[in-house]
């Protein structure tokens, strides 16, 4: 058990429950024969194989106690309405058919069965009935798509799982295993696309080896119904092609991306487009040419257009010679815009305003433009939440987003509704996660962080899932339904990300991790070339107190979200305590709703932190006689270094703040075990996931 199965273990179900299965299995019975078709057949038989010791039958015509896979082309006659299933959805119905009890998975196309199936076995991994089955599901979001940062030279910027799962070195020649292994684990959860490389891209992914690449895991994705995207650099016309300039206007540039385009779309039929970080953290973009976002993503658009594809344009950017509250920056470039974007652009915007902290209230872009649909960017991998030692499930932090009203068209205006179109009748419509896989054994960089991908693609298919049954399937999955596991299980992971802001920036500070890799606590370090990659640009503190204000009296970037909201972060009275020192800067003693001061408050969290998470490791020690050996000792050890390092965060925190302020810690309260300059001393330059 090395993790490498992820939620698809089909482990054996025991003798009732394999007997259950069975006779809901008895048989396979489909006529299509596509690669998409045989995918889902194998799958059903892998699965079903193992977790009851029988292999079902395959059979054309269902048959008593069959899994029928029908789709109109395959099976004209299916006694289940597949409207409003679209091309992904399906229908899952326990029928009697002449007089035989059959379970039918019914959908528009061949896809849609492999989600289906993928959903049958969810119920059947996790012990729920198999009986009296009406199902009917479909995507609420259009493009549901993994974001790889992956470098061409196999390293993974953020990533903390290992190199690249891509062996560009190798292809397209070698196409290894876990290609496919991937294609499977990712359609089980919906994902329909994939974007291969890094935001921060290299020109030569668009060159003629590189596509060819691309084409073959392309060739491999295909079946299992998820596309390939790529990212693009800004300059390639003139790093690869020699053009004098990239400036987006200029006939030339778009000559150039005309034929680039068309040339993968010849060797990548069903290509689903580029994704853009433009002008952003030194990348390269049209406004080096006094362009503007819009015109850079129109000009690719008009590329990809004729062959169905799409632009994705990241909304993440600040500029350096920008004086303004970094938060404010997105919103200052890309309001001005909407409207002007062509018809098969969306605007890729992260959750929050900085980037990817343990919690930042939602990104004031959502519900600021209407008018240009907006894609959720989503960070999976844990750059800013213990990358991969800590456990800190990331299904609350989703939803927390996704459920956030934005009062744009009124109250019920929630960002799910912006991204799954129906706010604003959009019908390009798209999510994105940075994905958290790389080639370690476990995929991830522990077992648990198997969880986000997984509740990352749950929630793009369905946002109104809650975080706590998805992470219900996954632990059921992942270990076993035994609801002895399950319940404490699901416990520890859903106060997990809770925990980490506790020990990490609690009542809504952000961005203190140390430079660079973005790991441990760094609140003191202030001499970085720009001011917002400091720390003490993020939470202020002098003597009087701490907080960034965003009020009028500050950036006023409050003003960035519907009056309704504006109104209510103007008073700290009226903010919510967990984005307090986000939006405010206040006095040391300032009164919390507790009754407790501000210090004392911010100290208590931490200790909260700290414990949330030796609570974990006892309930993971009482689990020991549940789990087998290997994965028990990877969190056990996992949780030793978590616990070790919340303390860190929580030392080296209280250390600096109090070195500002002087006061002294609450009554019971620890002091840190190390002066200031022990925690200032400690460095580890050779983090992962850095480049
Ligand atoms: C930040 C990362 C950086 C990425 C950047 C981005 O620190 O490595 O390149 O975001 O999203 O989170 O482009």
Do not use: C
């Not at 290992?162 to 070195?169: A, H, P, R």
């Not at 960070?379 to 927390?400: A, D, M």
């Not at 992470?471 to 399950?486: C, G, K």
């Not at 925190?653 to 400690?682: M, T, V």
Request: charged share 20%.
């Amino acid at each position: 058990e090395d993790g490498y199965d992820l939620w698809l273990r089909y482990a054996p179900a025991g003798q009732a429950r394999g007997t259950d299965i069975s006779a809901h299995a008895r048989a396979i019975s489909a006529q299509g024969d596509s690669a998409t078709m045989a995918s889902a057949k194998q799958e059903l038989q892998r699965a079903v194989t193992s977790m009851t010791g029988h292999a079902p039958a395959l059979t054309t015509e269902p048959t008593a106690g069959s899994l029928w896979l029908a789709t109109p082309g395959s099976a004209p006659a299916i006694p289940v309405s597949l409207k409003g299933l679209g091309a992904e959805g399906y229908a899952i119905r326990s029928i009697d058919h002449a007089g035989q009890p059959i379970t039918l998975i019914a959908a528009n196309s061949d896809i849609g069965i492999l989600h289906g199936i993928f959903h049958w076995l969810r119920l059947a991994q996790t012990g729920a009935s198999l009986d009296g089955l009406d199902i009917r599901s479909a995507p609420r979001i259009g493009l549901r798509l993994l974001n790889h940062w992956d470098n061409l030279d196999g390293t993974v910027e953020r990533g903390y799982a290992g190199q690249s799962i891509w062996d560009w070195w190798r292809l397209p020649d070698y196409k290894g295993p876990r290609y496919t292994d991937y294609a499977r684990a990712n359609a089980s959860i919906g994902i329909n696309g994939t974007v291969l490389n890094n935001v921060n891209a290299k020109a030569e992914s668009l060159s003629a080896p590189y596509i060819a690449k691309a084409a073959a895991l392309a060739d491999i994705f295909r079946p299992y119904g998820i596309k390939v995207y790529l990212s693009v650099k800004w300059t390639a016309p003139m790093e690869l092609d020699g053009l004098k300039t990239a400036d987006p206007l200029d006939p030339k540039v778009a000559a150039w991306w005309k034929a680039k385009t068309d040339e993968i779309y010849r060797a990548i039929p069903d290509f689903g487009g580029f994704l853009v970080k433009a002008n952003s953290e030194g990348q390269p973009g049209p406004q080096d040419y006094q362009r503007t976002h819009a015109d850079g993503a129109n000009m690719l658009a008009a590329a990809v257009k004729l062959h169905g594809g799409i632009v994705m344009w990241r909304a993440f950017v600040y500029a350096h010679d920008n004086p303004d509250d970094r938060a404010k920056q997105a919103y200052d470039d890309f309001k001005p815009l909407d409207g002007k974007f062509a018809d098969n652009v969306m605007v890729q915007v992260k959750n929050g305003a900085i980037d990817f902290q343990p919690r930042e209230p939602f990104h004031p872009l959502f519900g600021a433009m209407t008018k240009t649909p907006l894609m959720m960017e989503f960070q999976i991998t844990k750059e800013y939440l213990g990358q991969s030692t800590h456990l800190t499930y990331l299904g609350p932090l989703f939803k927390e987003t996704l459920d956030a009203d934005t009062y744009a068209k009124g109250k019920g205006s929630t960002i799910a509704k912006i991204i799954d179109g129906s706010l604003d009748g959009h019908r390009l419509t798209g999510i994105a996660g940075v994905a958290n896989i790389g080639i370690d054994r476990d995929w991830s960089g522990s077992i648990f962080n198997q969880a986000d991908w997984y509740a990352f693609g749950r929630l793009a298919w369905n946002p109104d899932l809650s975080a706590e049954a998805i992470a219900r399937e996954w632990t059921a999955m992942t270990f076993s339904p035994d609801p002895r596991l399950i319940d404490p299980v699901v416990a520890m992971m859903m106060g997990s990300r809770e925990a980490a802001v506790d020990y990490m920036t609690p009542l809504g500070l952000a961005h203190l991790m140390a430079t660079g890799h973005h790991y441990g606590p760094a609140p003191w370090v202030s001499e970085l070339a720009r001011p917002e990659w400091n720390p003490v640009y993020y939470h202020k503190a002098d003597a009087d107190g701490i907080g960034f204000d965003r009020t009028k009296s500050g950036s006023n970037a409050i003003s960035q979200y519907a009056p309704a909201i504006a109104r209510r972060l103007a008073d700290p009275a009226t903010t919510p305590e967990s984005e307090l020192l986000w939006f405010h800067h206040l006095p040391w003693d300032y009164r919390l709703k507790s009754g407790e001061t501000l210090w004392d408050g911010l100290v208590h969290r931490y200790d909260r932190g700290v414990a949330y998470v030796a609570g974990m490791q006892r309930t993971w020690e009482s689990l020991r006689p549940l789990v087998d050996p290997e994965r028990f000792a990877q969190t056990e050890a996992f949780l030793a270094i978590q616990h070790r390092e919340a303390q860190w965060w929580r030392d080296a925190s209280i250390a600096y703040f109090q070195s500002i302020n002087h006061l002294p810690l609450p009554e019971g309260a620890q002091a840190p075990a190390h002066d200031l300059n022990w925690y200032k001393a400690r460095s580890f330059p050779y983090a992962p996931g850095h480049n």
